[in-house]
T-cell receptor, first 116, second 113 residues
Framework: DTGVSQNPRHKITKRGQNVTFRCDPI?????LYWYRQTLGQGPEFLTY????????KSRLLSDRFSAERPKGSFSTLEIQRTEQGDSAMYLC??????????????FGNGTRLTVT | AQSVTQLDSHVSVSEGTPVLLRCNYS??????LFWYVQHPNKGLQLLLK??????LVKGINGFEAEFKKSETSFHLTKPSAHMSDAAEYFC???????????FGTGTRLQVFP
């Protein structure tokens, strides 16, 4: 179990630029989740996948955000035309097929995005 | 809608003394509740979960939580704090008919020697 891996650890970008983050889940996990955490707050759900299918998206995920999991393994989260309000820690988690209610989510260390 | 409220943003205890982190929940159905812990520079980790079985739930590292429906509470306790318990703790409820978890705002636990 090598854990959930997220890259990069930190990203600093200028407002208006596009950024892409990558998440590699635990290999046997078929569910993958993206959360966002701002300072002083708990993580907020963004979206999740079962295998390659994106099953739910939060209203927080505006049109500038897109997530993919093309082969049911790693996932990418892209933010287009970044805004300062996008500055946050982006967390990825994975779990087995029973879902978050019954199986623990295994979180990565996150990607910290700073938009200047 | 489901939600959790963590009543303390910071809790400070001395090593060897009891820990109490308070959480109240709001749910229109019988909820699944969790406590997750976040150590500095590490990923969130599940401490324990309640899913309508025993109301007293034991977790890792000596933590436990009691589900009290009459008080809509799910407080986290530990009899004796250790320095390594210093971290951010999140009370979490699962949303209905979805695979989404709803996190509280967190309680930062400090442990003094």
């Amino acid at each position: 179990d090598t854990g959930v891996s997220q890259n990069p650890r930190h990203k600093i970008t200028k407002r208006g630029q596009n950024v892409t983050f990558r998440c590699d889940p635990i290999s046997e996990h078929n569910r993958l989740y993206w959360y966002r955490q701002t300072l002083g707050q708990g993580p907020e759900f963004l979206t999740y996948f079962q295998n390659e299918a994106q099953l739910e998206k939060s209203r927080l995920l505006s049109d500038r955000f897109s997530a993919e999991r093309p082969k049911g393994s790693f996932s990418t989260l892209e933010i287009q035309r970044t805004e300062q309000g996008d500055s946050a820690m982006y967390l990825c988690a994975s779990s087995s097929g029973q879902g978050a209610r019954n199986s623990p989510l295994h979180f990565g260390n996150g990607t910290r995005l700073t938009v200047t | 809608a489901q939600s959790v409220t963590q009543l303390d943003s910071h809790v400070s205890v001395s090593e060897g003394t009891p820990v109490l982190l308070r959480c109240n929940y709001s749910s229109s159905y019988s909820p699944s509740l969790f406590w997750y812990v976040q150590h500095p520079n590490k990923g969130l980790q599940l401490l324990l979960k309640y899913t309508s079985a025993a109301t007293l739930v034991k977790g890792i590292n000596g933590f436990e939580a009691e589900f009290k429906k009459s008080e809509t509470s799910f407080h986290l306790t530990k009899p004796s704090a250790h320095m390594s318990d210093a971290a951010e703790y999140f009370c979490v409820v699962s949303a209905l008919n979805t695979d989404k978890l709803i996190f509280g705002t967190g309680t930062r636990l400090q442990v003094f020697p």
